[in-house]
Structures are given as C-alpha cells and as structure tokens.
C-alpha cells in the first residue's frame, strides 16, 4: 500500500500531461494564479516586494507561479514531488526563456539549508496532499529567516461537506464538515491517490504548533465575469460557498 506521498507522485506523473493541457492556459506560463477563482498575485500582492528577494515555491507543478517571480526579480527555488511536472516546467523555461530552478522533492523533507529563504510560497501544492502537514510547516520555518513570510492556498475546508460538483447539486451538504477521512482513490488494494481534509481550526492549530505566526486568512470571492469551470469550483458555487483559504504566515 503507497503512502499519501508515493500515491501522489505517481498520480500526477500519470496525469501532469492532461492536467497542463486543461488547466495551462488559465493559469499562465508566466502567472502568479493562486486558485480557480483566478486571485493574481499580481494584483493581490499578498508576498509582498519580491525583487531581490530570494523565494522558494513549494509544490510548483509546472513552475508557473516561480517564472512570475523570477520575471519580477526575484532569486527563485522550487520543487515538486512530480518528475513529469518538472519536465513541463523545463518545456516552458525552454519556450518562455526564463529558468527556474526546479528539484524534485517532498515537502514533508525540505533539501534546503536553514534560513535560507525570505519568502515561500505555495499554490495549491503539497499541503492538501500530505499525511503530515505539521511536518511541512515546520519545514518551511527551517528554510526561512527571520521575519520571513509564507503564503499558502488550499481548497477552503468547507468544500469537503459538500459534493465536489459544479452543478446545484454541490449546494447541498451531503457528509459532516467534522469528517476529517481523506479522499483516497484505489487501484484494488493499491492506494493511487490521496487528499486530505482539515478544517479551518485544524489549520490554525497546525500553523501555531508549527512556530509560524499567522498573520491573515482570504477567501476570495468569485469575480464577476469569470465564468471557467475548475473541477467542482464554478460560478454557481462561488456565488454560495468560498472555494480557497489563502493563509498568511511569517516567522517570528
């Protein structure tokens, strides 16, 4: 049976090609997109200055998010824990001609020397797919320096009372918000893919236990004019339910 992490590693190798393909546009080869509901880093500013400012991207997928920074001046690192993403990070360093260095790496075990970061960022990545996300907290306070800030964004806890349906049907709460069970898809007895639920509490605790300092919690709302579906996020649940929690934490 595959660990959460050996499970996710294989999924999105398998899955890194239609994933790009679906997704790639909206999100930009040159992007700071930090959730479906399509929050720009841009415009949100939620890192603060950037330039000069050395950065670590946690779970880059494609390094989309990490080429925005570098294009702003910033000294970026990332990782993911997908060798396939890594090669389309490649393939749009090559076509975009701007590099990133990328590593392939698990969150929950940071190859990085201590404070060796300003800021750390994550979008959607590694947290929501870990066993141990205490682990990956107190990771990313190692690598960071003093004052150091880290941002992060997961699918918002109060998703996993509903379906993740786009339609009317994920209006309506079909288990208990309490239910902390993960999502695990199997192959028979093999385990393929594994995502997990905390609540909003959990994540507070967890941030404070890690030493980080939380500073503050957004839940974009869905913008008018958007009108793309992302999996189970859509307009019609945006008008109803928030679909992100972004935290922001620092190093204190």
Not at 1 to 20: F, I, L
Not at 22 to 49: Q, R
Not at 160 to 189: H, I, M, N
Request: hydrophobic share 40%.
């Amino acid at each position: 049976m595959r660990s959460s992490s050996a499970a996710n590693r294989h999924w999105w190798d398998g899955n890194a090609d239609d994933y790009q393909a679906e997704h790639g546009a909206f999100l930009g080869d040159v992007s700071f997109v930090w959730c479906p509901e399509g929050l720009d880093e841009a415009a949100a500013g939620l890192l603060g200055e950037v330039s000069g400012r050395s950065v670590l991207e946690i779970g880059c997928g494609a390094a989309q998010c990490a080429r925005w920074l570098v294009s702003r001046g910033a000294r970026v690192a990332a990782f993911d824990i997908s060798h396939r993403q890594l090669l389309h990070a490649r393939r749009i360093d090559e076509e975009t001609g701007l590099s990133v260095p990328a590593a392939q790496a698990d969150a929950e075990s940071l190859p990085f020397a201590d404070a060796a970061f300003d800021l750390a960022c994550s979008a959607f990545g590694a947290l929501p797919f870990v066993a141990d996300p205490l682990a990956v907290l107190r990771e990313v306070r190692r690598v960071l320096g003093t004052g150091g800030r880290f941002v992060f964004s997961v699918s918002h806890p109060i998703r996993w009372a509903f379906p993740d349906d786009p339609s009317e049907r994920g209006l309506t709460s079909d288990r208990s918000y309490f239910d902390r069970s993960p999502y695990v898809e199997r192959d028979g007895a093999e385990i393929t893919y594994v995502e997990h639920h905390r609540t909003m509490g959990d994540w507070v605790s967890l941030i404070v236990a890690s030493g980080l300092r939380l500073d503050g919690l957004l839940e974009p709302e869905w913008p008018e004019g958007h009108d793309e579906v992302w999996g189970g996020w859509s307009p019609l649940r945006g008008r109803h339910l928030p679909g992100t929690a972004i935290f922001t934490c620092s190093k204190v």
